[in-house]
T-cell receptor, first 109, second 114 residues
């Protein structure tokens, strides 16, 4: 079958670093994406990993290990505005996209 | 560049009624997606178009849901008849021909079925 697992909630302090993990199970894996969604808003693209390793975009980094079917999103220098839901999503060879249930990040002052 | 447009933004209907949603993707984006997002869950792909052809509709409840993308540009999603469990946000997204990995989402239509 096809599935993704990510923690339902994470809480961190402003200025800290937080890591949101994602494990997946699928055949025909093509890559892993991360999206951010604020309450009442639309998902916005953060990053995409097709190959193993770390991709860095400003304060956000994303990591993928295809052999472990595992990835994570790393958020540095947390700000209050980072409080949102974060979704990992994998893509199959047919470009079908499957989203996880999301991780709700709470950033405290 | 204009983003993905969706209308209406909100819709309240009685069960067994029909409803239609409209989406206009970003100009030049070949791929168009319709997702259903139930509160507290991730988006669930309903149907994916490449130009005006269907790439994937395996999770579309075809007994009540239908979608079309005439002329490979804008698209409509219809529910007939609606059920209580159809209450959700319906998101439209599009992606350019060079990469189907980055999807640009519209603001969504929040549907409430009473």
């Amino acid at each position: 079958g096809q599935s993704l697992e990510q923690p339902s909630e994470v809480t961190a302090v402003e200025g800290a670093i937080v890591q949101i993990n994602c494990t997946y199970q699928t055949s025909g894996f093509y890559g892993l994406s991360w999206y951010q969604q604020h309450d009442g808003g639309a998902p916005t693209f953060l990053s995409y990993n097709a190959l193993d390793g770390l991709e860095e975009t400003g304060r956000f980094s994303s990591f993928l290990s295809r052999s472990d079917s595992y990835g994570y999103l790393l958020l540095q220098e947390l700000q209050m505005k980072d409080s949102a839901s974060y979704f990992c999503a994998f893509h199959t060879g047919g470009f079908k996209t499957i989203f996880g249930a999301g991780t709700r990040l709470f950033v405290k002052a | 560049e204009a983003g993905v447009a969706q209308s209406p933004r909100y819709k309240i209907i009685e069960k067994r009624q029909s409803v239609a949603f409209w989406c206009n993707p970003i100009s030049g984006h070949a791929t168009l997606y319709w997702y259903q997002q139930i509160l507290g869950q991730g988006p669930k792909l309903l149907i994916q178009f490449q130009n005006n052809g269907v790439v994937d509709d395996s999770q579309l409840p075809k007994d009540r849901f239908s979608a079309e993308r005439l002329k490979g540009v804008d698209s409509t999603l219809k529910i007939q008849p609606a059920k209580l469990e159809d209450s959700a946000v319906y998101l439209c997204a599009s992606s350019p021909p060079t990469s189907s990995m980055e999807q640009f989402f519209g603001p969504g239509t929040r549907l409430t079925v009473l």
